[in-house]
C-alpha cells in the first residue's frame, strides 16, 4: 500500500492511498462468500457459489463495492499510521479508482481523503518557565468564617414577627404568568433570602416584605416552553425564620468537637484553613501554567472541528444547525479546542499514559455525579464513544501535573515552593503503584473535591439545605436530639474541601479518532436537602480529618 500526504491547510490535508489488487483480495473473497449466502443459485448451495458465477449473477462491480466499503477504513486507518498524520474527527473519502469490473481480475484501489489535523505546536523548554503563587495566609476572618459554617450545622430555625431580611428563611406560595396563562405554580416551598437559586427578582421583592403579605414582580423564565419570556411573578411568604446559631464557647467546642475549649478548636480551624490554601495553591499554579503555555504558543484552530464542536453543542441543546446560538457559541468552542490541542501536545511531549484504574477513578467520580450506579454509566459511556474523550481527559490534566514539576514556583517572596504533596514527584512515580497509596498522592487536583462539593458550606451542610422553615417548626428540639447525638459521639470537625480545577470537558477530537463521537455531558447541578436539625453526629465537624486536596494525580502512574 502507497500513501502520499499534501498539506491543503495548515490544518487540513489530503492523503491519497493506493491498495493493489493482492492487498484487496482478502476483502474480495470475504465479500464473495459473504455476497454467496444471500442469493439463491440452481444447482449450488449456499456459500458455495464460485467467484465467476456470482460475476455473471450479481455484477462484479457489486462485489467490488462490498469488498471497498468493508475495508476502506481499515486502509485509512493504516495510511494514517504509516504517514503519522494526527487527523481530527472524520475525513471526506472519495475513492478515484477500483479494480477491473469486467475482463481478467486485477487493477487497484484508489482514494483521496481529506481531513483536519492537529496543527504544529512548538512548546517553551518547561524548565525555562517561572510562576508565582500567593502566600498562605490566613486571617482572622477566615477562620471565623469557618466557626460560623460549624456552629450552623448545631443551630435551629426561630420564627420572628418582623420585615424579611437578608439571610432570612422564608415558606413561599408563588405563581407566574404570561399573559392571562398561568405557567407555573408552587407552594410551600421553602427558600433563603440571598440564596439567588430561583427567579430573579425574588430577593428583592421580600426583602423587606412581612409574612403574609403578597408582593409581585416580572422576571424572566430560565426553562420550558416560555424560557426566556417575562412572566408576572406573584409571591406570598408565609412563614418567616431566622437561624438561631449557639454562642462560640467552651460548652460549643465540647459539642461539636474533640476539644474542650473554644481557642483549641479555633487554632484547629486555622490549621485546616491554612491546609486548603496550600492545596488551592496547587490548583492556582496549574492555572498560572496553563496560561503561560498559552501566551507562549500560537497556532490556527481546524476549521472543521469547530464547526463540528458547535453541531454537537446544538444537537445536544435541540437546536437545527442553522440556529443562531451557534455563532454566540464559537469564540468559546474555539478557545476550548485550542486549549485541548495545546495540552495534547503537551501530554505526547511528557509521555503522558492513562491507567486502567485512573481511567476507571474517574468514571466512578462522575457516575457518582450523575447519580448512576458506576457500571451504568461505564456502559452507557461505552455505548456513546465517550471513554476515549474521557481518557484524553485524564491525560491532559495529568500533563498539567507533571509538568508543574519542571517549572520553578515561588511564593510572593521569592521562596521556591514545593508542591509535590499534591502533584506527586518523579521519585513516587518511579516507586510504582504502591507508592500511590501514600498520602501525596491522594492530594491530587485532578481528583480533589471541589469547594462547592457535600462538604462545602454550599452544599450538604449549608444553611440553605440545612433547616428549611417547614422542618423546623420546633427548634429546641431538634437542637437538644442533635446536641444528645453529638455528644454520645464526638466526631471530629469535617472540613471544607479545597476548590478543584475545573475538569477540561471532552469536547475536541482527540489526535486518532476516526468515529464521531457523542456530545460532551454536562452534568445536572445538585441541590442537596440534608436537614442540620436531623443530622447524624457524623456530619459534625472534624479535628484534623485530612483536608480535601486539589491537585494533579499524577503520581498514580
Same mark, same amino acid.
Given at each position: 500500500m502507497k500513501s502520499a500526504v499534501e498539506n491543503l491547510e495548515p490544518t487540513r490535508v489530503k492523503l491519497t492511498v493506493e491498495v493493489?489488487?493482492?492487498?484487496? %483480495?482478502?476483502?474480495?473473497?470475504?465479500?464473495?462468500?459473504?455476497?454467496?449466502?444471500?442469493?439463491?443459485?440452481?444447482?449450488?448451495?449456499?456459500?458455495?457459489?464460485?467467484?465467476?458465477?456470482?460475476?455473471?449473477?450479481?455484477?462484479?462491480?457489486?462485489?467490488?463495492?462490498?469488498?471497498?466499503?468493508?475495508?476502506?477504513?481499515?486502509?485509512?486507518?493504516?495510511?494514517?499510521?504509516?504517514?503519522?498524520?494526527?487527523?481530527?474527527?472524520?475525513?471526506?473519502?472519495?475513492?478515484?479508482?477500483?479494480?477491473?469490473?469486467?475482463?481478467?481480475?486485477?487493477?487497484?484501489?484508489?482514494?483521496?481523503?481529506?481531513?483536519?489535523?492537529?496543527?504544529?505546536?512548538?512548546?517553551?523548554?518547561?524548565?525555562?518557565l517561572e510562576i508565582t503563587i500567593d502566600d498562605v495566609d490566613v486571617a482572622d476572618e477566615d477562620v471565623e468564617e469557618r466557626l460560623t459554617t460549624l456552629r450552623e450545622r448545631f443551630g435551629s430555625l426561630v420564627g420572628v414577627d418582623r420585615p424579611i431580611q437578608d439571610g432570612d428563611f422564608v415558606v413561599i406560595d408563588l405563581s407566574a404568568k404570561v399573559g392571562d396563562e398561568e405557567v407555573d405554580s408552587v407552594s410551600g416551598v421553602s427558600y433563603q433570602i440571598g440564596a439567588g437559586n430561583m427567579l430573579d427578582g425574588l430577593d428583592e421583592a421580600l426583602t423587606g416584605a412581612s409574612a403574609n403579605e403578597t408582593k409581585t414582580f416580572t422576571a424572566a423564565l430560565a426553562g420550558g416552553e416560555h424560557a426566556g419570556a417575562d412572566a408576572d411573578v406573584t409571591v406570598t411568604a408565609t412563614a418567616v425564620k431566622e437561624r438561631d446559631l449557639p454562642a462560640a464557647?467552651?460548652?460549643?467546642?465540647?459539642?461539636?468537637?474533640?476539644?474542650?475549649?473554644?481557642?483549641?478548636?479555633?487554632?484547629?480551624?486555622?490549621?485546616?484553613?491554612? #491546609?486548603?490554601?496550600?492545596?488551592?495553591?496547587?490548583?492556582?499554579?496549574?492555572?498560572?501554567?496553563?496560561?503561560?503555555?498559552?501566551?507562549?504558543?500560537?497556532?490556527?484552530?481546524p476549521t472543521g472541528a469547530v464547526d463540528a464542536e458547535i453541531k454537537r453543542h446544538l444537537e445536544a441543546e435541540g437546536k437545527g444547525e442553522d440556529d443562531p446560538h451557534g455563532e454566540e457559541v464559537r469564540e468559546e468552542i474555539t478557545q476550548l479546542l485550542r486549549e485541548q490541542l495545546l495540552l495534547d501536545t503537551l501530554s505526547e511531549q511528557l509521555q503522558v499514559a492513562v491507567t486502567q484504574n485512573e481511567l476507571l477513578e474517574f468514571l466512578v467520580s462522575n457516575a457518582r455525579q450523575y447519580g448512576m450506579e458506576?457500571?451504568?454509566?461505564?456502559?452507557?459511556?461505552?455505548?456513546?464513544?465517550?471513554?476515549?474523550?474521557?481518557?484524553?481527559?485524564i491525560a491532559r490534566n495529568k500533563a498539567l501535573a507533571i509538568a508543574l514539576r519542571q517549572v520553578t514556583v515561588k511564593d510572593g517572596a521569592g521562596n521556591e515552593v514545593d508542591l509535590s504533596d499534591f502533584i506527586g514527584s518523579d521519585e513516587l512515580d518511579a516507586a510504582g503503584p504502591d507508592a500511590v497509596a501514600s498520602p501525596a498522592s491522594a492530594k491530587s487536583p485532578e481528583s480533589g473535591e471541589s469547594a462547592e462539593s457535600a462538604d462545602s458550606p454550599e452544599s450538604a451542610d449549608s444553611p440553605e439545605s440545612a433547616d428549611s422553615p417547614e422542618s423546623a417548626d420546633s427548634p429546641d428540639e431538634a437542637g437538644e436530639e442533635k446536641a444528645a447525638e453529638a455528644k454520645a459521639e464526638k466526631a471530629p470537625a469535617k472540613k471544607p474541601a479545597a476548590k478543584k480545577a475545573p475538569a477540561k470537558k471532552a469536547t475536541a477530537e482527540d489526535?486518532?479518532?476516526?468515529?464521531? %463521537?457523542?456530545?460532551? #455531558? %454536562?452534568?445536572?447541578?445538585?441541590?442537596?436537602?440534608?436537614?442540620?436539625?436531623?443530622?447524624?453526629?457524623?456530619?459534625?465537624?472534624? #479535628?484534623?480529618?485530612?483536608? #480535601? %486536596?486539589?491537585?494533579?494525580k499524577a503520581a498514580e502512574e
Open positions: 493493489s489488487y493482492d492487498e484487496l %483480495k482478502p476483502s474480495l473473497d470475504h465479500a464473495y462468500s459473504h455476497i454467496g449466502e444471500q442469493v439463491n443459485v440452481p444447482g449450488f448451495r449456499k456459500g458455495k457459489v464460485p467467484p465467476r458465477i456470482l460475476d455473471q449473477r450479481v455484477g462484479r462491480a457489486a462485489v467490488i463495492e462490498h469488498a471497498v466499503n468493508d475495508s476502506l477504513s481499515e486502509f485509512y486507518g493504516q495510511a494514517v499510521a504509516e504517514t503519522e498524520i494526527k487527523p481530527l474527527g472524520q475525513p471526506s473519502i472519495n475513492v478515484t479508482e477500483i479494480p477491473a469490473v469486467t475482463g481478467t481480475p486485477g487493477g487497484q484501489l484508489v482514494f483521496e481523503a481529506e481531513v483536519d489535523v492537529r496543527p504544529e505546536i512548538t512548546l517553551p523548554a518547561l524548565d525555562t464557647d467552651d460548652e460549643f467546642a465540647q459539642l461539636a468537637s474533640e476539644f474542650d475549649t473554644i481557642e483549641e478548636l479555633r487554632a484547629d480551624l486555622r490549621a485546616q484553613v491554612g #491546609k486548603d490554601k496550600d492545596a488551592n495553591r496547587a490548583v492556582q499554579a496549574r492555572d498560572l501554567l496553563l496560561e503561560k503555555l498559552r501566551e507562549a504558543t500560537d497556532f490556527p484552530v458506576p457500571n451504568q454509566f461505564i456502559q452507557a459511556a461505552a455505548q456513546t464513544g465517550q471513554i476515549q474523550a474521557f481518557t484524553g481527559e489526535a486518532e479518532a476516526p468515529a464521531e %463521537k457523542a456530545p460532551a #455531558k %454536562k452534568a445536572p447541578a445538585k441541590k442537596t436537602a440534608t436537614k442540620d436539625a436531623e443530622a447524624p453526629a457524623e456530619e459534625a465537624p472534624a #479535628k484534623k480529618a485530612p483536608a #480535601k %486536596k486539589a491537585a494533579a
